[in-house]
Structures are given as C-alpha cells and as structure tokens.
C-alpha cells in the first residue's frame, strides 16, 4: 500500500532560496491543489490553497478538478483524499506522517469487534485507516458525528469506533447506547486537568474551548466544545479577550490571525513535555513539501476493492451531512 518514503531531509544544494516562491511555481505545473489540516506546521498553513478540518478537507478533495493534491495532514487523510479521488496523484510529504488513533484500530482486531455484533451499524470517525472505512457503515468526522447519530434509527443499535472520548460525547449529546471501540488520541488524551484549572484561576477572563476528542475530566471544564473549524469559528465570533485551547495547538495560527487583539493559550499536557503537539503531523515540512511536488512521490496507493468498500460510507457521510 505505501512506497518507500523520501529522505526526511532535502539536501542544502536541492533547497530552493525560496520554499513558498518554488511550491507556488510547482503548483502551477502540476496543477496541483495543496490541502492542509490546522495542525500543520504555520509555514504549511500559509502556502495551501484550502486550511480546514477531516470534514472541510474531505468536501475539497471531493470537488478538486485539480490533477494533483498535496495533502498535508496524515496517512489516513491522505488516504481519504485518494478514495475520493482514484485517477488523480495523491501526494504526502511524509509517508510517516500516520496517526496514533488510526492505530489504535487495528483492521484484524476491529473485525472481530464488529463480527462480535452482528447486528450494529458501524459508524466509525473519519480518523482511521482505509482498511475501518472499508467494515464501517457510515465515516463521520467531530463536526458531524452528532448530527449523523441522530439521524439512525433509534432501535438500530451502533458501534461507535475507534474514539471512544468522541463517543462518549455523542453518547450524552444524543442519548443513544453505543457500543464503543476502546481507541484514543495520544494528544487529546495527554491534557492535564489539574494544569487547566490552575488556568482558569489564572486567567479568569479566559473561557476554555475544547475538542471532544479530549478526556471527559477536561471537558467538565470547557466553556465550549466543538470540532477544529467549530472552535476557530467560536474564538473568532465570541467576545471573550482570552481562551484556553484544548486541541493540537497549531489551530492557534489561524485562531491568532482571524483575531489578533486576543489571548490564545495552548492548553497543557501532563508533563514538561511538547506533548500537547502531534508528533505525526509534525512530520511534515515545507522542505518534504516541495519535495513531494518536486519528486511527484511519495504517493497514496490503495487496493481498488479496499478503496471502492471504503468509498461507500464516506459518500454517506458526505449525504448526511449536507
């Protein structure tokens, strides 16, 4: 399914004076289209064409009349992106690029899951690999997830999978029993609910806004929660000066452009660490980026039965949530 990924690194004599003056040029070659999620690095942020979250991006990557997308995000993003889009050049800047709740699935062990329940609809959240999209039912992303839960049956029962804090979010948003896969984020999962209340005392004037993915003990303390778009979209229309902001913190670049007379706050993790920042999407670079364009690799490859099973509940998705 992979190929061999390129050299972490270009070397100096192969790196353009200008990075975003060389992509912008490869661009216009390719015809390409570069996607990127608000995790990435803020160099990342700037030169693509569309900044958005799992939701966002998949509408893009469906309705592209681009011949080549540059996704810079992680695997399973990318691979979303060629599902969608079987005869165009999927590009990502590093095939390492992958994600840790994604992994928490694995396809063997999710199958005996779901043969385990043979009566449940899987809805499985859009962070996962090819091979859930492929046994799931329905994709759904955390703009959506509520919505789409609401709109089954209530007598059709549901695994909910692999996020079990999305879960239980939708569980008390919806009031539906779902049956739930036992996967996490190591990000979301990382925020330190005492170091956030030590926030709070702190800055009494900041509201904290925070993503389902996170732990149930932090979001007892947000003032908001919602997806990445939603929590951009809130900093930027609520009138508070200050925010808390439990998330991947390289929505803060977006956050502090839209409204730059106020506070942003990354939320903290449990340790000393920088453990509240994805390691895999910041595997990317502008180097790798311009790379890949440059290289026309590495690229996404999908079986073609694997790809059209997965395709499938994506579709749904994208109907449900008109």
Request: aromatic share 6%; glycine share 2%.
């Amino acid at each position: 399914m992979f190929i061999t990924a390129l050299p972490l690194n270009p070397p100096l004599s192969e790196t353009p004076h200008d990075l975003f003056e060389a992509i912008q040029a490869l661009k216009q070659e390719l015809n390409a289209v570069i996607l990127a999620h608000y995790y990435q690095d803020p160099d990342i942020q700037d030169v693509a064409d569309y900044i958005g979250d799992s939701l966002e991006l998949s509408r893009k990557a469906a309705n592209t009349d681009a011949d080549v997308i540059v996704f810079a995000g992680v695997h399973f993003m990318a691979e979303t992106a060629k599902i969608l889009n079987p005869d165009k050049l999927v590009l990502l800047p590093d095939l390492n690029a992958g994600c840790s709740l994604a992994d928490s699935c694995p396809p063997e062990a999710f199958a005996a899951f779901k043969a385990a329940h043979p009566e449940h609809l899987v809805i499985s959240y859009i962070n996962c690999s090819a091979a859930i999209k492929a046994m799931s039912d329905i994709i759904c992303t955390s703009s959506n997830a509520v919505k789409i839960v609401r709109q089954i049956p209530e007598n059709q029962p549901i695994i909910f999978a692999p996020d079990r804090n999305l879960g239980r979010y939708v569980i008390e948003q919806t009031g539906r029993d779902l049956v739930l896969w036992q996967g996490a984020c190591i990000v979301h999962e990382n925020f330190s609910e005492k170091k956030i209340v030590q926030l709070k005392i702190t800055h009494p004037e900041a509201e904290v806004i925070a993503h389902p993915e996170c732990e149930p003990a932090v979001l007892r303390h947000a003032n908001y929660i919602g997806s990445t778009s939603a929590l951009l979209k809130y900093s930027q229309q609520n009138t508070h000066s200050a925010f808390v902001v439990a998330t991947e913190p390289g929505i803060i670049h977006q956050m502090q452009k839209l409204s730059p007379e106020k506070e942003f706050i990354p939320a903290p993790p449990t340790n000393s660490c920088a453990c509240n920042e994805c390691p895999y999407m910041r595997l990317n670079t502008l180097e790798k980026l311009y790379l890949a364009m440059k290289n026309r690799a590495p690229g996404i490859t999908l079986p073609e039965d694997m790809r059209l099973a997965a395709l499938r509940p994506i579709k749904r998705m994208l109907e449900m949530s008109a």
